[in-house]
């Protein structure tokens, strides 16, 4: 596999990003503080990315009453499907070991 | 072909850990968000899902070692990211306080903010030392970089050759 062409550009590529990825710390490490525009775009990126986690999901939903009825919906349909599909999976496995003997 | 269990988990757990470092570095401050332009939601959301895969092969590995240990397996596993010493120990002290630390920041946010910030400092600035430490590990394994050289294809055996010459 090692000798393999596609995996050694694999290796070449992932080698490389380290590289890059300790050069990004030093260059971000030593450089002057942040600009009042920097700091903007990075406060506006993690409120994105809190609107995008459970918190900011459970937030939007405490207003969303469709929304809370379908996840209550769909929350009370998965139990009885798992609980389906796992007899199902039981069945099948007995019925061949009858075909079997 | 054949391929290893070892070899396998090395070269995911390095795909895995490699995403995480880029997307957690554009996380760390403002100074660093250029590395993904900015794009914290999707680097967060990234982050959050590797970090699960990162522990669930982290785990595997464990309970690889632990199944060997039970079973007095000594044979050396070359390729495997944990062991008992060197690089591979160094890999399992670090990786399990980038779990516990990344845990603490996951679970303690709305709670405990001095937790939080204790285990970010830590998580930050260990990736700095392991991004170091890879480096040195990517140098020490400088031999896998190079590439195979290629065959002379010869049409008919070297001693036909030889017999023919001295004709």
């Known amino acids: ?101 | 072909m054949k391929v290893k269990f070892d070899f396998v988990i090395h070269w995911l757990w390095t795909i895995v850990f490699s995403l995480l470092a880029l997307s957690g570095l554009a996380m760390v401050g403002a100074k660093y968000g250029w590395i993904l332009q900015y794009e914290l939601a999707k680097a967060d959301y990234t982050h959050r899902v590797l970090a699960a895969v990162f522990v669930i092969l982290t785990f595997i590995s464990i309970g690889y070692e632990v199944y060997r240990a039970l079973k007095s397996d000594e044979k050396k596993l070359t390729w495997f990211i944990i062991g008992k010493g060197g690089y591979q120990l160094f890999t399992l002290i670090t990786t399990l306080i980038f779990i516990i630390t990344g845990a603490i920041i996951w679970v303690c946010m709305d709670t405990n903010m001095a937790a939080v910030s204790f285990a970010l400092y830590i998580h930050e600035k260990l990736t700095y030392v392991v991004v170091a430490s890879v480096i040195w590990h990517i140098y020490q394994k400088c031999h896998a970089l190079v590439w195979p050289a290629k065959k002379q294809e010869t049409k008919e055996p070297r001693i036909m050759k030889k017999l023919a010459d001295a004709e």
């Open chain 1, 1 to 101: 596999m090692m000798q393999k062409p596609w995996f050694k550009t694999f290796i070449w590529i992932i080698s490389t990003a380290f590289f890059f990825f300790a050069s990004a710390i030093i260059i971000s490490y030593l450089s002057p503080e942040p600009s009042e525009q920097q700091i903007m775009k990075f406060m506006s990126g993690m409120m994105d990315a809190m609107h995008g986690s459970l918190m900011g999901l459970s937030m939007s939903l405490e207003h969303d009453t469709e929304l809370k009825a379908l996840i209550d919906t769909a929350a009370a349909v998965t139990i009885p499907l798992v609980l389906l599909g796992f007899l199902f999976g039981l069945f099948m496995k007995l019925r061949r070991k009858k075909d079997v003997k």
